[in-house]
Every structure is written in structure tokens, then in C-alpha cells.
């Protein structure tokens, strides 16, 4: 567990981004180097061919004075040498635009037992143009059906992170690769987050003020409708709470909006005070591919954003069943549209993705699941399609689990045996176990 951490929504992601790029950015770095994106972004620097010198230092010149007859007196002058200046790089930057995929990724204990910690269930694209001083952001909704990796299997866009094997292993361009699929773009960098950390962060500035839109209950604590000022857990409560007539949709949704309420208040409010007690609180739950001077470089661009430069889009879809599993499907023509509004391309239109593939594709799989006919061997799954169907499932059964954690109440007794069950069911990855115990939940809890 080296590199993966925690993870966290994405409320947190952008906030956090500019706090540790003005952290590093102060007193470290000249800042007519980092105000040109193409010292820290271009693809000579990245590949090693360029790098950032001074001019060569001489070393100060003896230069004896002499007397009257010509003779060199005993002890020589100095002549003082230059002070060396920095030599910018000798490139273009032809990109002018960079590309960092945000992801957070929930680490509850029901999937650290199961080893699958590294689930994301938020995605987002930031793209960031710095010829138009603009930044656009890009939800993904973590139930979008995917061609994950560019490959040949299919799923929920958030299994990507998890068929990658997480942060120790290929996780991150596994993500990468099936945004960069879904979009048509280029991914190179990214920023992953805990879970908590949001609510450092919003602790940290002293707590933020909103218009809350929905009176809702999240784990026992209510939270009331109406303009109001919320502490760190609060925040987070209201961005976990998935119900709504649209579901993840309307999620994301109160998301963007409270992304965008923590940056505002950032930047109206002297929050320069807070800096290092925010950074404190989350430099440990960071990973990212982005350097230090590349953070820096952000900061600078940052800071003269104005809100209006700063547009949040969803890909556009509809959530439904196929089969027995609720999927995002995406509406790869009003997705093109997008991607052509933000990056001026044509986007790809993947007929694997359509809602009859899909269909098909999950009628032919579910004849065929581990669990319905004949059990799944206890220990897991031996060969990589059964693999594949039972880290599905264990998925599933997390996406329950989490449910019964914000909604259920856990001190009826029958609602806890099934909770219990469930648990044990993930941690021993026993999938016919997980199917009965999810189809009692079911028969408790309809919504679940």
C-alpha cells in the first residue's frame, strides 16, 4: 500500500489541487519560468530532452593592475563576474492544452477485507486550455457501461481503476486509457484522493456556506434544507447522498456544485493563512503523476481564474437496468457534441457501447455467471472470465453495502443479519453466498 492511499470525492479534487500548487508553488520556483505552461508541459521536457539551466558561471577574473613603470603590483583585483540568468527552453508548446483525470475512489473496510479499496466512484476530466485562460470539467458517471482499457472486456466505468490492480499497479492507465477511449483524447496525468480528506480541507478553510437543495439523513445525522454553514462532514454527507430521481446523476450534479462553492470561497476569502494547516492535513492521501514544478505551474495559472472560467459538464445518458444490473448508458451523439464544444474534435462513436450491444452482451453473460446453476469455487475463481464475473459481483455487493451504511437502519435485527451475511459473503468471495445474501437485502430493502 505504498502509492494508493486513500481516496476521496471529487469535491475535494480541484480544491486540494490548488491548495498543495500554492503550498509548493511559494517561494520555490522563479516565477517567470512557471507562468509559461511550456516550461513545465511539453513533451521534449517530459521525455528528458530538456531541462532547465542557468548560463555557465566563469569564475571571477585575476586581473593584475599594474604600477606607473609597468610592473604588476602584488596583489590582483577582482573583476567581478555576471550573475547568471535562467535560459529558457528553446521548444514550442503546440499542445496548449494539458488533460488530468481526477479520481476518487471510496476505501471502505467491506472492500479493504475484499481487496477492492481502489474502486473509483468518481471520475472527472479536467481539462485545462491555456491559450483561452478556460478550464472545463468533465464528469463521467461511475455506472457508465465502458470498453475498459481499450481492450475487449465491457463494464462500469468505475471497474477500470480495479482491473488495472489499483495504485500499486496499472489502475491509473487503466482509468486513463478508458477516458482517453470514451472521449477521443489524450489523458497524461492524474489525481487521486481519500476519501476524508474533503472534510480536512473544509474544516481547514473554517467550514463553507451553501444553499443546500435537499433535506436528507446520511448514517444518522440529518441535514436540513436551505442556505446554511457546513463543516467538513457535512459537505461529504451531502455529496455521498445518492438518492434522487436521477441517482448518480443528481449526485454528481450536488458535486460540481459544492467543487465549485469550496473553490469561490478560496478564492473571495484569505484562505493564505490556512495553507499550511490544509496541506498538513492532506499531503499523506495524494497520488498523482504530476511534478512538483507541473503543480507549481498550475497554482500560477490558477490564481487569476475568475468562476466564469470555469464550465462543469456530465456526459450525457440515461440510467437503466440490462438485465439484472442498473448501468449508465451513454448517448454517444450528445457525448460527441460535448467533445466537440470543449476540444473542438469529433469524438468516437463506439458501436460496442450502443444499448443493444449492451443487451446482448449482458443476456450472454448472465446465462453464464458464476453462482446461478452451480457454485463458484469457495477460494474464488480460477480461470479470468470467472475472475472477471466475481469481481463484478463483489462490486456489487459493495455498492449494497454502502447503501445499508447510509440508508438502513442497522439496529433492526433482521436488517443487521443480512448486513453481517453480506459482509462475510465479500471478504470470503464466495459468490453463490453473495448472491443469496444481496437477494435478501433486496427482500428487506427494496431501494438497496
Not at 440490462?322 to 462513436?349: A, W
Amino acid at each position: 500500500m505504498a502509492k494508493k492511499k486513500h481516496r476521496a470525492l471529487q469535491i475535494a479534487l480541484i480544491t486540494i489541487l490548488v491548495v498543495l500548487v500554492c503550498a509548493l508553488g511559494g517561494g520555490i520556483w522563479f516565477i517567470s519560468h512557471i507562468s509559461n505552461p511550456e516550461n513545465a508541459f511539453s513533451e521534449l521536457r517530459e521525455s528528458g530532452e530538456v531541462t532547465l539551466a542557468a548560463t555557465a558561471t566563469v569564475p571571477p577574473t585575476l586581473e593584475p593592475t599594474k604600477e606607473a613603470d609597468g610592473e604588476p603590483t602584488a596583489t590582483p583585483a577582482l573583476t567581478p563576474t555576471p550573475e547568471p540568468e535562467m535560459t529558457p527552453p528553446d521548444y514550442q508548446f503546440e499542445k496548449k492544452r494539458i488533460n488530468i483525470l481526477l479520481l476518487g475512489a471510496d476505501s471502505s473496510i467491506e472492500r479493504v477485507e475484499a481487496g477492492l479499496n481502489f474502486r473509483t466512484d468518481t471520475m472527472i476530466l479536467v481539462t485545462v486550455d491555456f491559450d483561452n485562460k478556460a478550464v472545463d470539467m468533465i464528469s463521467i458517471p461511475r455506472d457508465s457501461y465502458m470498453r475498459i482499457n481499450k481492450g475487449t472486456r465491457f463494464n462500469k466505468i468505475n471497474a477500470a481503476f480495479v482491473f488495472g490492480g489499483g495504485a500499486d499497479k496499472d489502475g491509473y492507465a487503466y482509468s486513463m486509457n478508458t477516458v482517453s477511449d470514451l472521449l477521443g483524447v489524450k489523458i497524461d496525468y492524474y489525481v487521486g484522493f481519500g476519501m476524508n480528506v474533503v472534510k480536512d480541507v473544509v474544516n481547514a478553510m473554517g467550514g463553507v456556506d451553501y444553499d443546500v437543495d435537499i433535506a436528507f439523513t446520511m448514517c444518522g445525522r440529518p441535514t436540513e434544507k436551505g442556505m446554511q454553514h457546513m463543516d467538513g462532514q457535512k459537505v461529504l454527507d451531502y455529496c455521498r447522498f445518492r438518492k434522487g430521481g436521477r441517482g448518480d446523476v443528481d449526485r454528481v450534479e450536488r458535486q460540481q456544485k459544492m467543487l465549485f462553492t469550496i473553490f469561490e470561497t478560496m478564492l473571495n476569502t484569505n484562505q493564505v493563512k490556512n495553507i499550511p494547516q490544509i496541506y498538513t492535513a492532506v499531503q499523506e492521501n495524494i497520488d498523482t503523476n504530476l511534478d512538483v514544478m507541473q503543480i507549481a505551474t498550475l497554482a500560477y495559472f490558477a490564481k487569476d481564474l475568475s468562476m466564469d472560467q470555469i464550465q462543469r459538464h456530465t456526459i450525457p445518458g440515461n440510467g437503466q437496468y440490462v438485465g439484472s444490473t442498473s448501468y449508465y448508458i451513454i448517448n454517444q451523439q450528445k457525448k460527441n457534441k460535448l467533445v466537440q464544444e470543449v476540444f473542438g474534435i469529433d469524438g468516437p462513436f463506439d458501436e460496442a457501447i450502443t444499448l443493444e450491444a449492451i443487451q446482448a452482451r449482458v443476456a450472454e453473460q448472465e446465462g453464464t455467471v458464476p453462482g446461478e446453476g452451480e457454485d463458484a469455487p469457495e477460494g474464488g475463481a480460477d480461470d479470468e472470465a470467472d475472475q472477471e464475473k466475481l469481481l463484478t459481483l463483489t462490486m456489487e455487493a459493495g455498492d449494497m453495502l454502502d447503501y445499508m451504511d447510509a440508508y438502513a437502519d442497522l439496529s433492526d435485527a433482521e436488517v443487521a443479519v443480512a448486513y453481517a451475511r453480506l459482509k462475510d459473503a465479500m471478504a470470503n468471495q464466495n459468490a453463490s453466498e453473495m448472491r443469496s445474501a444481496m437477494s435478501k437485502v433486496r427482500a428487506l430493502l427494496p431501494d438497496a
